[in-house]
């Protein structure tokens, strides 16, 4: 039977809230027998503290329950109550991460609703960790590292690195350590100048935080985790095992340029697995904090991606098979990039503007400057046409 659970969106003042309260800790208690403290579902507590009762009592009515907790799965529901009716996108949302624990892992995670511990409450409490972890183990400090340690096994975890706030460099390899420039001499750190408040100030004195950060997101540990699922490896061989063969051109595979860098490296092309071209696998692999884009000096931020796209093509990384169950060394290559053509400048260090714009003609191309106005005008495209044409 469902247990009413309304009371948790009434007013703290309410008697509905009261009474609500009083409920719940009976209800949780009553499942918890000889426990004197429980996970504490306040607000701030978030489940990760242990109190009392009375306190969590206090904690209920004085600051308010965390109204998503509609599960009361730290507190005995799931032995005694039927699943309440959450919505759709949080069961999905449930199942996909479940399925991505069971994919990292290599095998079956227990299942948190189905295969939970009666005595699930005993986990909360910290053991003494010469009694549950080997040597040098230990329990995350806070919910956050917890979090942040999943986050990170599981490749979804980016790298901070410290730039420059001229954008002339970025502090890592040898210059890891540098605090300042080697260009201009421009500082690593923000300084108090930077901001007027006396808490950044006093934060500045304290702590070093740097002027610029590039937020890196690995490639290697999610083109991994692609071909360690079952539902995603089969989309990942695609263009070896399902491609159609035909003068159309229905995908980029079937491009020249794809087919011609088959030719040239024969032994990569039997060996990695394709991927369709969909939304859901586009990668962010750079995040550049800053109000501003670095527009020309992109290639400095670039510089961990090339690195682990050289590692890639030169030695490649050992990575799990789903499908067959075997390993194999992944290697990955980069065909085109698309852009539109200011960005093809700030990639290619091509002028997009000016007497030579065109990358196609070069120097042959076809321009001339208007004396009135002082800009460049662009007449000779009709080349391009067949020689029948009427133009």
Avoid at 53 to 80: K, Q, S, T
Avoid at 163 to 173: E, I
Avoid at 322 to 335: D, E, G, H, V, Y
Wanted: glycine content about 4%; aromatic content about 12%; charged content about 25%.
């Amino acid at each position: 039977m469902a247990i009413d659970k309304s009371w948790m969106q009434k007013s703290k003042v309410s008697s509905e809230y009261h009474e609500g309260v009083l409920e719940f800790l009976d209800f949780a208690f009553s499942n918890a027998l000889g426990k004197e403290m429980l996970p504490c579902p306040y607000i701030c507590c978030n489940n990760c503290l242990m109190q009392k009762r009375e306190i969590m009592y206090d904690h209920l009515l004085d600051n308010g329950i965390a109204r998503n907790y509609v599960r009361w799965l730290m507190h005995g529901e799931y032995e005694f109550c039927e699943p309440t009716n959450t919505s759709t996108n949080e069961s999905n949302m449930h199942d996909e991460m479940q399925e991505m624990l069971n994919d990292a892992f290599e095998m079956p995670m227990p299942n948190v609703e189905s295969e939970r511990s009666p005595h699930v409450h005993e986990e909360f409490e910290k053991p003494n960790e010469d009694e549950a972890f080997p040597e040098g183990e230990t329990l995350p400090s806070n919910y956050y590292e917890a979090k942040k340690k999943i986050l990170r096994d599981l490749g979804l975890h980016y790298i901070k690195i410290d730039a420059c706030p001229s954008n002339c460099m970025l502090y890592s390899k040898e210059h890891a350590n540098s605090n300042e420039c080697v260009v201009y001499g421009v500082s690593r750190w923000k300084s108090s100048d930077d901001h007027s408040t006396d808490e950044f100030t006093n934060l500045a004195k304290k702590n070093k935080i740097p002027a610029k950060v590039l937020c890196y997101f690995s490639l290697k540990p999610r083109l991994q985790r692609l071909y360690m699922s079952p539902k995603t490896t089969s989309h990942m061989k695609w263009h070896v095992d399902g491609r159609m063969e035909g003068e159309m051109m229905r995908h980029p595979v079937d491009s020249l340029a794809w087919k011609n860098f088959d030719n040239v490296h024969p032994s990569f092309a039997l060996k990695p697995h394709w991927m369709f071209m969909k939304q859901t696998f586009f990668m962010l692999s750079l995040l550049i904090l800053g109000p501003t884009a670095p527009r020309n000096d992109i290639d400095i931020y670039l510089q961990p991606l090339i690195d682990e796209l050289n590692d890639l093509w030169d030695i490649g990384v050992e990575t799990y098979d789903a499908s067959t169950k075997q390993n194999f060394c992944m290697r990955a290559a980069i065909l085109w990039t698309i852009n539109d053509f200011l960005a093809y400048a700030n990639l290619s260090s091509w002028s997009t503007k000016g007497k030579f714009a065109c990358p196609i003609c070069n120097k042959d191309c076809s321009s001339f400057l208007l004396q009135n106005r002082r800009k460049w005008c662009y007449m000779g495209h009709r080349q391009f046409l067949p020689i029948d044409h009427r133009f």
